[in-house]
């Protein structure tokens, strides 16, 4: 069994930073893509940012230039740096890992989402 934790939410004024964090715990034996997802209540959810095992960013116009993805293999973790926040980035944010539990299956996991509300 497989766990995503997210943490690192909470209130914060707008043009402050957090720095939310995701912990993978359990039966792993890699974990390739990890991404930030966000989503407002009435809202489909949607991306932030995401990394490849080797490193490799991508961002969403929303997003890019004012956040940064990043991860620690060894550690089964991976972080999103927020800077500059407007009341816009209030959502919850959700982890999403593509886990191998085995050498041939592999899944998608979700965290349980952490909020971020910016007050303005």
């Known amino acids: 069994q497989v766990h995503l934790v997210e943490s690192g939410g909470g209130l914060v004024q707008a043009g402050g930073s957090l720095r939310l964090s995701c912990v993978a715990s359990?039966?792993?034996?890699?974990?390739?893509?990890m991404a930030w997802y966000r989503q407002v209540p009435g809202k489909e959810r949607e991306l932030v940012a995401k990394?490849?095992?080797?490193?490799?960013?991508n961002y969403s116009g929303s997003m890019e230039g004012r956040s940064t993805i990043s991860r620690d293999n060894a550690k089964n973790t991976g972080w999103l740096q927020i800077n500059s926040l407007k009341a816009e980035d209030t959502a919850i944010y959700y982890c999403k890992a593509d886990i191998q539990v085995s050498r041939n299956s592999e899944y998608n996991y979700w965290g349980q989402g952490t909020p971020v509300t910016v007050s303005s």
């Open positions: 990394i490849t095992r080797d490193g490799i960013t």
């Open positions: 359990g039966d792993i034996y890699q974990i390739n893509n």
